[in-house]
């Protein structure tokens, strides 16, 4: 499953010098947030692949705007396909403002999900906005990671954490992938591509594999 990923700030590929073809061949694209809706619109009229996001903390015109024929997937665990992904936008409250969160706010969040997450049976990939606590985050509070993230990790190990936030001109020697255990951390600044293996197909309900006998008892093929 080919997997484009955007954040922060709009690639000039994909927005100056726009052409369809180049979101063709995705089969999802995901916004970790942060940029401007109409960017997003776009994307999504002429990509066939869904177009999901999350919030950064400077999408407060997404409240009266929000990009069209996109899927908003905060606070869910969103299956795409068998792909399990949670959703936690916003980041770290620095000011007065929307998605922006403490730490317990967001751990009171994630607490919400915890049975969409039994459901499910954990999770595949996390999608923030902020990334999490000591994990190539800042020093100042407004790039501050949460540590709830760190405890997600931990707990469930999905495949990849994707987050924004944090620009790659920040610091040269941001990494843009990293590992957490067994997860892959991946910065999504402006856009970057990732393969994830195809879940599993599930299983064929037990019916399926019988059927009746001329005298009408239950046999198995």
Not at 99 to 116: H, N
Not at 157 to 168: A, E, L, S, T
Not at 191 to 199: C, S
Request: glycine fraction near 8%; aromatic fraction near 12%; hydrophobic fraction near 35%.
């Amino acid at each position: 499953m080919k997997i484009l990923l955007l954040a922060d700030v709009e690639s000039k590929g994909l927005w100056d010098y726009f052409s369809p073809e180049k979101v063709r061949g995705y089969d999802l694209i995901i916004s970790c947030g942060d940029l401007n809706p109409r960017y997003l619109t776009l994307i999504s009229t002429f990509s066939a692949a869904p177009v999901l996001y999350v919030h950064g903390n400077h999408d407060s015109r997404y409240l009266n705007d929000p990009p069209e024929g996109c899927t908003c997937i905060e606070d869910t665990v969103y299956n795409f396909q068998g792909l399990r992904i949670l959703g936690l936008g916003g980041s770290f409250r620095y000011k007065v403002g929307p998605f922006q969160y403490t730490e317990q706010e967001m751990r009171a969040r994630i607490r919400k999900l915890r049975g969409a997450l039994r459901r499910e049976k954990g999770f595949d990939l996390l999608v923030t906005h902020a990334p999490a606590r000591d994990l190539n985050d800042g020093d100042d509070l407004p790039h501050r990671g949460f540590e709830c993230f760190n405890d997600l990790l931990a707990e469930y190990q999905p495949q990849y954490f994707i987050h924004g936030h944090v620009h790659m001109s920040y610091n040269v020697n941001l990494p843009r992938l990293c590992e957490k255990g067994d997860t892959t951390v991946v910065n999504a600044y402006e856009k970057y591509v990732i393969e994830v293996e195809d879940p599993p197909l599930p299983a064929a309900p037990w019916w399926q594999f019988w059927k009746k006998s001329p005298q009408g008892i239950a046999e198995s093929e």
